[in-house]
């Protein structure tokens, strides 16, 4: 490939074969690494025997001649045929061009945290509008029944409320299971193993029958709304409702929330049902407790505000959810990774605010003795 | 850049050959025994009316569509044979796609996307991919925007990015989806003059599918038209030729038909 001469402190460097992709990265580290060291005053490149140049050995003659400049080699070709010379120099004039920043400028700390802190409170500003509009469109639509998009609205319930359900189900028997596992010793210490029953109906009804049912409707609806209405940004047509002054809130959102807030309370009640049911035939099978006792017990402790109380949660918790999702969607930016950061997002958001809004209604509930 | 004809993989007779292809989508014929071939460091324009086929083909000779019967030789490897996964990896080593658009990867910038096909397909220091990303940028006119995301550039930027990234790795067949479309008229002739550069410097052998009347005029070479109602090639030759066809549906691609005003009156 190469035949490196020394005379009189020049250096004459004989090419041969293609210089291309191949032979390039062998080249750097013969020719030009070395040349780092050796800084001759004179570097001769014979081009004889060279058959062939590609990009790559343009790239590697480019950054050569860069080498040699910053450290005074003066450099010239010697027998550079005339088929090869236009496509070197054109390729010289392109490798030559304005230099390319391959990334923004970091900035410092204290702007990135301005800007993420700023981020995050036109987020919730916009959030916020978001609900304002809601809570204004929302009654008008129920006021004027001819204006509920009523096919939509009971797509939306089919798909977020129907479909739920087998996997809710499981889910609630096996945390009913998981209740009386975890609290049958416990409550042996008593000496009346029925005390289970009061355990499973109570935490089931009032508390994780209605989150379950909110953190599978926020894995299973909130993305699916993030991602839908996201894509539906990328695709513009969001711009094309708009242009047709359609209303975003009362056609996209609303059906969509209104189905959750149909369908949060019906899954909080099959949850806690389920749930139960699942206490029950565990407490038979690994403590031998009746399930007439279990029942009789369970009726005794079980009243009107373990209902309404669950129902509450499961409406709110499906309206915020749905709002949500319909928000980071409609936040979409350009390009798919967005899709997939504003999903996530609809996701965790929607599981930190149930989980806050529950910490709430637990607090208030408490407080007029529901 | 070397003495045409010493082109790679040469098989039958052509760089490409395309023998009683048969391609469509489930149940759906789009192409019916399609048989052509593309010489080493030719320009072959695909042309017809949308929905004939055009991108279909072109995938089929990438490898991004299996054909439903027939045979494909891209770069001397059957792709469509009984080792067509090998055949394909070692095929796809010498092509580029530009398609139509542009399809970046979303989130790297436009050097990142550039360079990744070398960062992961060469062992080259880099130092050197840098200087080659420069330049493949400097080529479509990017290099001003190489630090910006695909969502950040409009069509046409996308478009150049995607070109710049198809042809990083020097490849010996270059095919080209709409490469005019989306474009406005001055940049669509850039990209017309970038491919013939290319095609002269590297002897890139380009196939390009496209009904932009002005870019079938630039890039000349020989073209090849499909028809929807005959799933099949129609005509093919050289442009002139083809606007000289005695064939009413060829002739009539070619023509720009003025489009009468309607008569005011009305409200």
Known sequence: MKVVQQAAGDAVVHLRGRLDRAQATSLWYELVEPLKQTKPPRLILDFTEVTGLDTAGAALLHNLADLCAKQGTTLSHRHLSETLRPFLQYMEEHASGQPTTWAKPRPDFISRFGEWAWGHLQDTGAFLRLLGDFLVAGPKQLLHPQRLHLGELLYQIQLVGVGAVPLLMTLSLLLGALMVFQGMNSVSNFGNPVYIADMVVIAVSREMGPLLTAVILAGRSGAAFAAEIGTMKLNEEIDALEVHNFDITGYLVLPRVFALMVAGPILTMISDVTGILGGMVTSEVAMQLPAASFLHEAQSVFGPSDIYTGLIKGTVFGAFIGLIGCYRGLRTGMGAGSVGIQTTSAVVTGIFVVIFLDTLFSYIFQMYGW | ?267
């Open chain 2, 1 to 267: 850049m070397e003495e045409r004809g010493t082109g790679l993989g040469q098989t039958k007779s052509g760089i490409i050959v395309v023998e009683n292809l048969t391609v469509g989508y489930g149940e759906t014929v789009v192409l019916k025994d399609i048989n052509f071939s593309v010489e080493p460091g030719e320009i072959l324009t695909i042309l017809g009316a949308s929905g004939c086929g055009k991108s279909t083909l072109l995938k089929a000779m990438a490898g991004l569509v299996q054909p439903m019967t027939g045979r494909i030789w891209v770069a001397g490897q059957e792709i469509t044979g009984e080792n067509a996964e090998e055949a394909l990896t070692a095929a796809r080593q010498h092509i580029g796609v530009l398609f139509q658009s542009g399809a970046l990867f979303e989130s790297l910038t436009v050097a990142e996307n550039v360079a990744l096909l070398l960062q992961e397909f060469t062992d080259l220091p880099p130092e050197l991919i840098k200087t080659m990303v420069q330049l493949k940028l400097d080529l479509v006119d990017l290099s001003q925007h190489a630090h910006l995301m695909p969502g950040e550039l409009s069509g046409g930027m996308k478009k150049r990015a995607g070109l710049a990234r198809s042809m990083v790795l020097d490849p010996k067949i270059l095919f080209c989806d709409e490469p005019a479309s989306g474009l406005d008229p001055a940049t669509a002739r850039e990209v017309d003059a970038l491919l013939l550069e290319l095609n002269a410097f590297l002897g890139i052998t380009l196939v390009v599918v496209t009904h932009d009347l002005a870019s079938i005029d630039n890039l000349a070479g020989r073209s090849i038209m499909l028809d929807a109602a005959t799933k099949g090639i129609i005509a093919s030759g050289p442009v002139a030729a083809l606007k000289a066809s005695d064939n009413s549906v060829v002739r009539s691609f070619f023509q720009r038909q003025v489009v009468e005003r309607p008569k005011e009156g009305g409200n």
